[in-house]
C-alpha cells in the first residue's frame, strides 16, 4: 500500500488516519510507477448526498488532460482498478478532485500498485500559481448548457481559466474557489437587502480546509504557507459581491474596503509573492473599484508587485452554461488574456 512519501500532492489535503481527503477543485496526488494496475478504495459521506452534491474524482494516466476515467461517489465506499503500463516502462498516475470543497467528501485509502513495482513522487514544476475564486475558477457548470441549472456532474475546473493557464505556462495550481462566495457579501437574490455574510473568503484562506474539517470532526488548523510556497496569486473575486452592491456607492465602498483588507491579508501571507487580481467574466461593475484599489496597494506597498487584469466578459456567441455561467470557449478566452498578461509582466517571484 503506497504511503505519503510515495506521492507528491497539489491542494489543502487532508490525511486522517490510512484516509488522504482531496480538498479543494483539482486537488491531486500523482505519482509515477511502471506498475501494470493501479487499485484504491474511494470514500464519500457515509449519508449520501442528493445527486447535485455528489463528488466526482478522474483519474489520468500519462496524458493529464483525458482522464483514463471518472468516477462519480455514489456510495459511501468504491474500490476501482485501473490499467497503468506494461510492467516496464513508468507512466505518470494523477488522480485529482473534480469537485469543489462545499459537496461530497473525496476520500483516497488503500492505494496499490502491484507487487514489486516501483513508485516514486513526480517532481514539482519550477513555477506554482495560487488561484483564489468562486464558481468561474471551479468551472461551475461548465458541461452543460443553458438553461440547464447546476450539478456536480458538470462541473470542471480542467476546463477553467485557473487550470488552462497552468497548464499553458508549466506551472504548478492549486485552487481556494468556492461557488457564490465574495468578499463583503456572497451571492444574494436581486430581491434581497442585506448582505450575505455567511461565508466569505477572507475566513476560507487562511485555514488549510476550514469546512473540511469541520466536517470531518477534527479541528481546523491553519495553513502553512511557508510549507506551500507560490510564484504567483490570481484573486477572481467581486462577481458575487456585485449581486449585492449593484452600482450603489455606499455598498461599493463597503466592497472596497473589503477588497483592499483581503489584498493585505493575502500579502501577509505571501509576503514576497506576486497578486494578480482580475475580474470581468461575467460582472464588470466592480472593476474600476478593484483596479482602483489594487493601484492604492501598491503605492502604500512599493515593494510588492500588485496588478489587476479586466477579462472580457463574456459573449452570447460563446454560449452560456449552467445557470449562465461560462463556457468552455469564454473560459479559454479568458485564459489566453492571463497567459499573455503574466507572460508580459513576468509575474514570477522566482
Not at 28 to 44: A, G, K, P, Q, V
Not at 106 to 121: C, K, M, T, Y
Not at 179 to 198: D, F, H, R, Y
Request: charged share 20%; with cysteine; aromatic share 8%.
Amino acid at each position: 500500500m503506497l504511503s505519503v512519501s510515495d506521492y507528491r500532492q497539489s491542494g489543502r489535503n487532508i490525511l486522517v488516519d490510512d484516509t488522504l481527503y482531496l480538498g479543494w477543485s483539482g486537488s491531486f496526488i500523482e505519482f509515477r510507477t511502471e506498475s501494470r494496475t493501479c487499485s484504491m478504495d474511494l470514500l464519500t459521506d457515509p449519508s449520501i448526498p442528493s445527486e447535485i452534491e455528489l463528488a466526482r474524482i478522474a483519474i489520468y494516466v500519462d496524458n493529464l488532460t483525458e482522464p483514463v476515467r471518472i468516477v462519480t461517489l455514489r456510495t459511501p465506499y468504491v474500490h476501482i482498478t485501473v490499467p497503468v503500463s506494461d510492467g516496464f516502462h513508468e507512466k505518470t498516475v494523477r488522480i485529482m478532485r473534480l469537485t469543489e470543497a462545499a459537496f461530497g467528501l473525496s476520500g483516497i485509502r488503500n492505494l496499490q500498485i502491484d507487487e514489486g513495482a516501483s513508485v516514486h513522487p513526480t517532481s514539482p514544476k519550477k513555477h506554482h500559481i495560487e488561484f483564489i475564486g468562486d464558481s468561474i475558477t471551479c468551472g461551475y457548470g461548465i458541461e452543460a448548457l443553458s438553461p440547464a441549472t447546476f450539478t456536480t456532474g458538470t462541473e470542471n475546473p480542467v476546463s477553467a481559466y485557473a487550470i488552462l493557464t497552468a497548464d499553458a505556462l508549466d506551472a504548478d495550481f492549486s485552487l481556494v474557489a468556492w461557488s457564490g462566495i465574495g468578499l463583503i457579501s456572497s451571492w444574494v437574490e436581486a430581491s434581497v437587502e442585506k448582505p450575505n455574510q455567511l461565508l466569505l473568503m477572507s475566513r476560507l484562506y487562511p485555514y488549510h480546509q476550514l469546512r473540511l474539517s469541520e466536517r470531518l470532526k477534527i479541528p481546523a488548523a491553519p495553513h502553512d504557507f511557508a510549507s506551500d510556497p507560490a510564484d504567483l496569486v490570481v484573486i477572481n473575486l467581486g462577481t458575487n459581491d456585485a449581486s449585492w452592491t449593484r452600482g450603489i456607492s455606499e455598498r461599493e465602498s463597503l466592497f472596497a474596503a473589503s477588497y483592499a483588507s483581503f489584498l493585505g491579508q493575502v500579502h501577509a501571507s505571501r509576503p514576497k509573492t506576486p497578486i494578480l487580481s482580475v475580474l470581468g467574466t461575467m460582472e464588470q461593475s466592480l472593476c474600476a473599484t478593484i483596479e482602483h484599489e489594487v493601484h492604492s496597494f501598491q503605492e502604500q506597498h512599493p515593494d510588492v508587485s500588485v496588478h489587476f487584469l479586466q477579462l472580457p466578459l463574456q459573449k452570447p456567441e460563446d454560449g452560456l452554461g449552467a445557470d449562465g455561467h461560462p463556457t468552455p470557449a469564454t473560459q479559454r478566452k479568458a485564459a489566453d488574456h492571463l497567459i499573455t498578461c503574466i507572460q508580459e509582466l513576468q509575474l514570477w517571484c522566482s
